[in-house]
């Protein structure tokens, strides 16, 4: 196949206009202490409902989740509609407890959810269990967006057969990348998702309108795709997929669904996304209108079926389903079009890895530069830190995704998913109340993440007896049934909480300090502050000061 | 924080209850699977196990919307009813 010139053109004016948005937008809305972490960190802490609703768009709905989604349904069928379910019960979920989150960190200055164990608990080793597996997690998913961006570019042909040449392209936009974030922060994705979520709106629209009538309509769809997924699949000698779930992978769906709800918003990119909000009016307002987001990925999601009935990748060997999406534009559209589309993916892919790198790097230097290695560093230093950290955790994505074997960060992202959901009894828990034990905490999280990293080991993937971490569902013991190993975990490590709680209490163990009151988790900016001695940066917010840092 | 010398307000309230079922009802609605795992009715050729779910997306987002409107209105009374706090808008 030919370079898309065309496509290419289009693709690469769309990546230059964010660019410049990217550098620009250090000017955005500046504050006079830029030094402040809150200021690089979390964008000042000033972002309203419009840009909050972008930011949390752009950052939740990323390059991976376009590609792969659809990718899983071209692959098996309903099990990948999952997606669908859960992104409708995030948002209900997350409405009982992000307000509260938010006052508390806006109370207390907290710039991420360790920092909120650590305060809530007076543990630091709650805080740094939960910082760590907030990096652990988020790694592997920045990878996974460079995946994204290289799927669109392997698609487009970019670079010609040498390796390096094949690389460049990822490189160059990997550099931008870094350069933009590191000198704008959270301002960057913030400014840079209007453009990704109108790009990826226009295409998903256009999509599922265009695609359906050259391909003779939904019933002609769906039709083809019931016939290719009750096909034998010569690798497992079972049929490809089906249409609805049976009755041995409803618990599957069914807890997939929660658990990855459940989740969502224990990464750290979503709480900073959160964090950055002005006030918790916006906080919640914007998770009134946020299923706007579902109703594309659902759309979204169709375009896998799609795929199938256009014959992308049909009869390759091997094929690589990540690429069914881009081929399926390719294929489809003109190439003027197909460029804008891959435009969507491509920047659909760095607003997300910038808020994530900016997360882990936050994380790094709030809970284990300052709380484990220099106690007393400044603001300014802490925020000298993040930066630097902020290129490191990019540079070692990029070593994933260009080192390692792509499948490995698929894996890891899986198994990420599983981690993650261990610091949901730390956090959601001490959200309300404050009844656990510190150390019953760490022991249910340790007990999670071990039963959670063994269960998903014994994961043979399809067709490959004896591999690992091939996926993340197994049996549920007791219950008998195929569920979602991150959920079952979690039971786990709720358990133990509870009982360890209950004797830890009995043996009169000694209790960390809570340096929080009931006050400060309905706390909302305009409220008499506890002790208001600094004044709001130069856009006259009133403001519930970063009281402690 | 100055605490409120006055009697709490209660925790549980009707209107309290009502978002709490706007926000439960989806959670029933798709963790129970086997209620829409079937193929009929299909609705302009997409199979009922599809539509219905995006059904949903929407159903949930009005639900949750709804649930917004109520809890703020009765929050905005509450803060006013709430002594101590209230009057110092800085």
């Not at chain 1, 509260?100 to 960190?105: D, G, I, K, T």
């Not at chain 1, 499948?407 to 610091?423: A, C, K, P």
């Not at chain 1, 091939?470 to 509870?498: D, E, M």
């Not at chain 2, 009697?7 to 209620?35: E, G, H, N, Q």
């Amino acid at each position: 196949m030919k370079t898309d010139w065309t496509a290419l053109f289009v693709f690469v004016l769309f990546f230059l206009l964010v660019t410049v948005i990217g550098f620009v937008a250090a000017r955005w809305r500046r504050a006079t202490d830029a030094q402040h972490l809150d200021e690089w960190g979390l964008g000042g802490r000033s972002f309203g409902t419009v840009v909050s609703w972008f930011l949390l768009g752009g950052d939740l709905y990323t390059a991976y989740t376009f590609i792969a989604v659809p990718a899983l349904i071209y692959g098996v069928g309903a099990q990948g509609f999952y997606a669908v379910p859960y992104t409708i019960i995030a948002w209900p979920l997350v409405f009982l407890f992000l307000p509260r989150l938010w006052s508390v960190a806006r109370s207390k200055g907290y710039v991420t959810l360790a920092d909120f164990a650590r305060g809530r608990y007076g543990s630091k080793s709650v805080a740094v269990a939960v910082a760590l597996t907030g990096i652990l997690a988020t790694m592997p998913y920045i990878a996974l967006q460079l995946v994204g961006i290289q799927a669109v570019l392997d698609t487009l042909h970019v670079g010609g057969g040498s390796s390096f040449g094949k690389d460049l392209p990822l490189l160059i936009a990997f550099a931008v990348l870094a350069a933009y974030t590191y000198s704008s922060g959270l301002r960057a994705p913030a400014l840079i998702a209007f453009v990704k979520d109108t790009l990826v709106y226009v295409v998903v629209l256009v999509a599922i309108i265009y695609i359906p009538i050259r391909l003779g309509g939904y019933g002609h769809i769906f039709h083809d795709a019931a016939g290719a997924m009750a096909k034998t699949n010569p690798a497992t000698g079972k049929p490809r997929g089906s249409m609805v779930p049976g009755a041995q992978a409803q618990w599957a769906y069914a807890t997939l669904a929660l658990g990855s709800a459940m989740a969502l918003f224990m990464y750290p990119h979503s709480a900073t996304g959160v964090m950055a909000a002005k006030d918790r009016l916006t906080v919640r307002r914007n998770l009134a209108v946020m299923p706007a987001y579902s109703l594309m990925l659902g759309l979204l999601s169709l375009l896998g079926f799609m795929a199938v009935s256009a014959g992308v990748g049909k009869g390759v060997k091997g094929y690589n389903s990540q690429l069914a999406i881009p081929q399926l534009f390719q294929q489809m559209f003109p190439s003027w079009f197909a460029g804008v589309a891959f435009a969507a993916i491509g920047i659909g892919a760095l607003v997300p890895a910038a808020i994530m790198s900016i997360a882990a790097a936050n994380l790094f230097t709030r809970n284990i530069y300052k709380d484990l290695l220099k106690p007393d560093a400044t603001p300014a230093e802490e925020t000298k830190v993040a930066k630097l950290v902020s290129l490191v955790v990019k540079l070692g994505a990029l070593g994933f995704v260009l080192g390692i074997d792509k499948q490995f960060s698929i894996n890891l992202q899986l198994l990420g998913g599983i981690w993650i959901l261990q610091t949901f009894p730390a956090i959601v828990g001490g959200l309300f109340v404050r009844w656990f034990h510190r150390w019953a905490l760490l022991a249910g999280w340790a007990a999670g993440m071990a039963y959670g990293t063994w269960k998903a080991y014994g994961v043979a993937a399809a067709g490959k007896p004896g591999s690992h971490f091939g996926g993340s569902s197994a049996n549920i013991p007791v219950i008998g049934q195929i569920g979602y190993i991150g959920v079952t975990a979690l039971v786990l490590n709720l358990a133990v909480a509870v009982v360890l709680t209950l004797v830890l209490k009995a043996a009169k163990a000694p209790e960390g300090v809570d340096e929080t009151v009931a006050a400060d988790y309905v706390a909302d900016v305009g409220d008499a502050p506890a002790d208001s001695d600094t004044e709001g940066p130069e856009h006259g917010r009133d403001v519930i000061a970063p009281v402690t840092t | 924080m100055s605490e409120p010398s006055a009697p709490r307000l209660p925790l549980v309230t009707p209107v309290r209850v009502v978002c709490a079922v706007l926000l439960a009802a989806p959670f029933v609605a798709l963790l129970w699977v086997d209620s829409y795992a079937t193929d009929k009715p299909a609705l302009a050729g997409i199979p009922f196990f599809y539509w219905y779910q995006l059904l949903w997306v929407v159903l949930s987002a009005l639900m949750t919307g709804l649930a917004y409107v109520l809890f703020t209105r009765e929050e905005k009374q509450r803060k006013a009813q709430r002594p101590a706090r209230g009057g110092e808008q800085a």
